[in-house]
């Protein structure tokens, strides 16, 4: 218990602007706990994005505006780290260099062309996604929902086998750490939970093992791209 304590305090205080004062050195269990808890981990944000829609839809703004709304919370309660990790993962893969090069242009903190580009569209899809979803009866919760579930990538990318692309960081303590069962688990009460949630929204009870499914295929080509550019 102690490890999964230690492991739930490292993922909200990574993952969240939630402070949960000083951080122990992670070891491997208490890693594996925090990549696996990780949906748990942001439920304050996942409230906070919820309430946004709730509220937006009440004061009846466009979509798209309440749906931008949400994203600014997210980032905020995230300390935009997402984003950031987007932007230099895109631009260590478009640099075209070697190894090394790539993993430098990562560390620099620069964003290059390829990066803002990558942000620029992305945060436009989920805007889009966003509006759509708010949109249904209780896409408010949907979205808080899903905004958990997002974070079972967490796990999907620390499962056991892919290797840190850099023997230092906290890539490195949370690599190879989640176990296949453990991640199994993840993905199908995550599947189960947004499932739950998408029928009261009455977006079809397939929708969510779908998405998961969509997730775990999309991160994994990720996950195997990174591999072969970074090592991990």
Known sequence: MRAAFAGLRLA????????????????????????????????????????????????????????????MSLALGSRAMHLDGLADTVDGIGAGW????????????????????????????????????LGRPWGWLLVAVAVAVSRAACALTCVRSIPAARPDGLGAAVAGTVPVPALAVILVVSAAALGLVSQAAQAGSGLGAVAVLTMTIVVGLLVRIATRVFGG
């Open 12 to 71: 909200v205080g990574t993952l969240t602007m939630v402070p949960v004062g000083t951080i122990e050195p992670p070891t491997r269990r208490s890693a594996a706990w925090a990549m696996s808890l990780a949906p748990l981990a942001v439920l304050p944000l996942a409230a906070v994005a919820g309430a946004v829609g709730w509220l937006g839809d009440q004061a009846r703004l466009p979509g798209l505006v309440v749906a931008t709304l949400v994203l």
């Open 98 to 133: 070697s190894r090394e090069r790539a993993l430098e242009v990562m560390k620099s903190g620069d964003v290059g062309p390829m990066g803002v580009a990558a942000v620029a569209l992305t945060l436009v899809v989920q805007a889009g996604g966003a509006a759509a979803v």
